[in-house]
């Protein structure tokens, strides 16, 4: 990297952390990165999944099953442990979300996990075809993105977890072959970043394949590339963007 993109990526950074972060609670930044999510089409009827490491070992902050991306408040999130039993809050949870657990169980650094089927990342998944890096804008999952070539079923059960968890290794994200993505991050808005751009990817892979040869990129330039995406200034900024969004057009009820 030369001293003056260096220096360009410093005063960004520096200049992000001055700025005023809005004072939600954990609950709500899920219930946000929900919305966010439903607006950018990752809902699929009730197969999403969002969750965030709980207070506990072996606890998690999630969903009653049978609310969609697009209807979720702050107050639906509920605790539960690592089998699925509610600790705090009201419902069922689904029980697809069981191979969370063995994520965080095997990735200390993980906080948070997005997990959705939608249309462009789906179609990848079926084709047997990795996510290829070769755009600016998708640099985040440049050499940080692992892919499950088989599929295990349903995630219903502890075997399930196991292969999910070992396949994503130390990446942070994975395409699951006939299924959908799955996105890790230390923050939840992180989690929900790269989730909208890991289907963004698969959008412009795809469109990229039909339309001739994907070109690699300098591996030095997406190293730098990935690094300067997953500065969490650079993360907290562009959910706030997103979160915007979803305040200005959507009831606040979100936030409750």
């Given at each position: 990297?030369?001293?003056?993109?260096?220096?360009?990526?410093?005063?960004?950074?520096?200049?992000?952390?001055?700025?005023?972060?809005?004072?939600?609670?954990?609950?709500?930044?899920?219930?946000l990165g929900c919305r966010?999510?439903?607006?950018?089409?990752?809902?699929?009827?009730?197969?999403?999944?969002?969750?965030?490491?709980?207070?506990?070992?072996?606890?998690?902050?999630?969903?009653?099953?049978?609310?969609?991306?697009?209807?979720?408040?702050?107050?639906?999130?509920?605790?539960?442990?690592?089998?699925?039993?509610?600790?705090?809050?009201?419902?069922?949870?689904?029980?697809?979300?069981?191979?969370?657990?063995?994520?965080?169980?095997?990735?200390?650094?993980?906080?948070?996990?997005?997990?959705?089927?939608?249309?462009?990342?789906?179609?990848?998944?079926?084709?047997?075809?990795?996510?290829?890096?070769?755009?600016?804008?998708?640099?985040?999952?440049?050499?940080?993105v692992a892919f499950l070539?088989?599929?295990?079923?349903?995630?219903?059960?502890?075997?399930?977890?196991?292969?999910?968890?070992?396949?994503?290794?130390?990446?942070?994200?994975?395409?699951?072959?006939?299924?959908?993505?799955?996105?890790?991050?230390?923050?939840?808005?992180?989690?929900?970043?790269m989730g909208i751009f890991?289907?963004?990817?698969?959008?412009?892979?795809?469109?990229?394949?039909?339309?001739?040869?994907?070109?690699?990129?300098?591996?030095?330039?997406?190293?730098?590339?990935?690094?300067?995406?997953?500065?969490?200034?650079?993360?907290?900024?562009?959910?706030?963007?997103?979160?915007?969004?979803?305040?200005?057009?959507?009831?606040?009820?979100?936030?409750?």
């Open positions: 990297m030369s001293k003056t993109q260096q220096a360009a990526i410093d005063d960004m950074v520096a200049g992000l952390a001055t700025e005023q972060s809005p004072d939600w609670s954990l609950r709500q930044r899920l219930a966010i999510l439903g607006m950018q089409g990752h809902g699929s009827g009730l197969s999403g999944q969002f969750t965030a490491r709980g207070p506990e070992p072996e606890t998690m902050w999630t969903l009653p099953y049978g609310l969609g991306f697009e209807q979720v408040k702050a107050s639906d999130y509920m605790l539960v442990d690592r089998d699925l039993k509610v600790i705090e809050g009201k419902g069922m949870p689904n029980m697809a979300n069981r191979f969370h657990i063995h994520v965080y169980r095997v990735r200390p650094d993980v906080q948070s996990i997005v997990h959705t089927h939608p249309p462009y990342s789906s179609a990848l998944s079926m084709i047997g075809e990795p996510l290829k890096v070769s755009h600016m804008d998708t640099t985040m999952f440049y050499e940080d070539p088989t599929w295990p079923g349903v995630p219903f059960g502890d075997e399930e977890g196991e292969i999910i968890s070992e396949a994503i290794g130390d990446k942070n994200a994975i395409l699951l072959a006939h299924h959908g993505q799955l996105c890790v991050g230390p923050t939840v808005e992180a989690a929900c970043i890991f289907e963004h990817a698969a959008r412009i892979q795809l469109a990229a394949m039909a339309a001739g040869e994907i070109k690699e990129i300098d591996p030095e330039l997406g190293r730098i590339a990935h690094d300067w995406r997953h500065k969490p200034e650079a993360m907290n900024v562009t959910f706030r963007y997103f979160a915007r969004t979803i305040l200005e057009s959507q009831s606040d009820a979100v936030l409750t």
